[in-house]
């Protein structure tokens, strides 16, 4: 079951700003907000990685509130090219990752 | 940037055949995992390695996958008697926290 939860779909347009936000309520202490992208048929490319506050860094920004119980990825002036799906996971210390469905993000012209 | 690298990058197979998936995982990484995805499906998890073992393995590893580690830089799949159901991209993931994944192999059990 996955630790996290996230909208199945998001649409937008190019050069526009994307937030996909998550909620893991439940995260445990030591775990670290992780997400990935994936395009068909490849393997899940990491993004970001944060614990608390916000993170950036040349693709992506990471913005995790002090109750860190929701994360927000913020895509700047996403392209065609970010079509994918993008994974919120907690992860922490080797653990296996437990994937959702994810959230399938459409951009268009 | 180092990367995790897998090969084949596609295989076929006759079903009831033996099978080998094999991951070059970065090289000062020292937790390995499998993850397979059927097509349209989440991706799930198969196994961890740590420490030249076995760490975890879900429902779907049975006693028809194994793993291994054979010379210290391949990390191996291996599928005994391939099923149809087996048919997935299998992904390999290395880290030390952050789980970098490689290509994927599609293995296809015909």
């Known amino acids: 079951l996955a630790k996290t939860t996230q909208p199945i779909s998001m649409d937008s347009y190019e050069g526009q700003e994307v937030n996909i936000t998550c909620s893991h309520n439940n995260i445990a202490t030591n775990d670290y907000i992780t997400w990935y992208q994936q395009f068909p048929s490849q393997g899940p490319r990491f993004i970001i990685q944060g614990y608390k506050t916000k993170v950036t860094n040349e693709v992506a920004s990471l913005f995790i509130p002090a109750d860190r119980k929701s994360s927000t990825l913020s895509l700047p002036r996403v392209s065609l090219s970010d079509t994918a799906v993008y994974y919120c996971?907690?992860?922490?210390?080797?653990?296996?990752?437990?994937f959702g469905t994810g959230t399938q993000l459409k951009v268009e012209l | 940037e180092p990367e995790v690298t897998q090969t084949p990058s596609h295989q076929v197979t006759q079903m009831g055949q033996e099978v080998i998936l094999r991951c070059v995982p970065i090289s000062n990484h020292l937790y390995f995992y499998w993850y397979r995805q059927i097509l349209g499906q989440k991706v799930e998890f198969l196994v961890s390695?740590?420490?030249?073992?076995?760490?975890?393995k879900s429902e779907i590893f049975d006693d028809q996958f194994s793993v291994e580690r054979p010379d210290g830089s391949n990390f191996t799949l291996k599928i005994r008697s391939t099923k149809l159901e087996d048919s997935a991209m299998y992904f390999c993931?290395?880290?030390?926290?952050?789980?970098?994944f490689g290509p994927g192999t599609r293995l296809t059990v015909l």
């Open positions: 390695f740590y420490n030249n073992e076995i760490s975890e």
């Open positions: 996971l907690s992860t922490g210390g080797g653990n296996k990752l437990t």
């Open positions: 993931a290395s880290g030390p926290n952050t789980q970098y």
